[in-house]
């Protein structure tokens, strides 16, 4: 039995057929989806991407940091000793010069007293020289006379005006003498002040940190003493303020934890150069008025307002 050769032309025409078939629809949904992607957008599409465009107005800046005072410091033992006494504690009000603290000073005390009696001694000492001083001028002066009339030799005058010379010496010798002995005892003096703990300035005491008959060296914190006012904040903006700001413009600060309450700074100082490093530059405001619940070191918020 012979097997027929399958028909070539018709093969193909048959699958040029079923192809064309398959290819239609999608090249007519490919040009829809171009007429669509041409077509122009409505304006209710474009309305959002036009706000996003344009940038919010800035018209401030908020700036956090803590209040601080002018005068604020640790007061530091100047030398070393024991603290015999205190006379103030943290939360004491103090006035400048105000006597803190008292080391033991008794081996100061009659060390100054020595020196003292040094000092009187020396001084004695001076006044016999000079008194000295002038006899021997007295009796240089009669040998002189006395030269001119011819009735001493030359070896005698001589005599008295080397020694008249050699006790001016010895005046000036006691002299320096007394210098050293006066700086001695200045000196001394120095260190006992240094004994007695004092308030450098007007406040409070924020801290004690010694205890009495401590045992302390030069250098240790002893109070820490701080004024109560008046409250300051410095702060550090974007160079783009440096228009917007002026000394003596008033600016809201606010506390966290007193939600309710505003108070008004003013600006006392604004750095005259701007840091190229991070583009920005330093200021500080000072809170007017009654500090009211305000107190030195609480974190506030400064809102600088740049609307006209």
């Given at each position: ?99 803190l603290a008292q080391l033991d000073d008794r081996q100061l005390t009659a060390d100054l007293e020595a020196a003292r009696a040094k000092t009187h001694s ?22 002189e006379k006395m030269w001119e009339a011819h009735l001493i030799t030359r070896e005698a005058i001589e005599h008295a005006k080397y020694k008249a010379e ?143």
């Amino acid at each position: 039995m012979q097997r027929r050769k399958p028909n070539d032309p018709v093969l193909i025409l048959l699958g040029a057929t079923l192809l064309g078939a398959v290819l239609l629809p999608g090249l007519a949904c490919s040009d829809k989806s171009m007429e669509v992607a041409a077509a122009p957008a409505s304006p209710a599409s474009s309305a959002p991407a036009l706000v996003a465009s344009v940038p919010p107005s800035d018209s401030g800046f908020t700036v956090s940091g803590p209040l601080i005072v002018e005068h604020e410091l640790d007061v530091l033992a100047q030398r070393d000793g024991v603290i015999a006494e205190l006379q103030s504690d943290a939360g004491a009000r103090v006035h400048a010069g105000d006597l803190l603290a008292q080391l033991d000073d008794r081996q100061l005390t009659a060390d100054l007293e020595a020196a003292r009696a040094k000092t009187h001694s020396i001084e004695a000492d001076l006044k016999a020289w000079e008194a000295e001083s002038k006899v021997l001028q007295s009796d240089y002066d009669r040998a002189e006379k006395m030269w001119e009339a011819h009735l001493i030799t030359r070896e005698a005058i001589e005599h008295a005006k080397y020694k008249a010379e050699a006790d001016q010496y010895d005046v000036q010798r006691v002299e320096q003498l007394l210098i050293n002995a006066k700086q001695t005892q200045r000196s001394l003096e120095l260190e006992l002040e240094k004994t007695q703990i004092r308030a450098p300035f007007s406040g409070v005491v924020a801290r004690r940190y010694v205890r009495q008959q401590q045992q302390v060296s030069k250098g240790d914190r002893l109070f820490w003493v701080t004024a109560e006012g008046p409250l300051r904040m410095r702060f550090t903006v974007p160079e783009k303020f440096v228009g917007a700001l002026t000394v003596g413009q008033q600016l809201a600060l606010t506390v966290s934890d007193f939600p309710g309450q505003e108070h008004k700074a003013r600006v006392v100082e604004l750095s005259p150069i701007v840091d190229p490093a991070s583009g920005t530059f330093d200021g500080m405001v000072e809170v007017m008025g009654a500090p009211g619940s305000l107190r030195p070191g609480m974190n506030t918020t400064l809102r600088i307002d740049t609307r006209p």
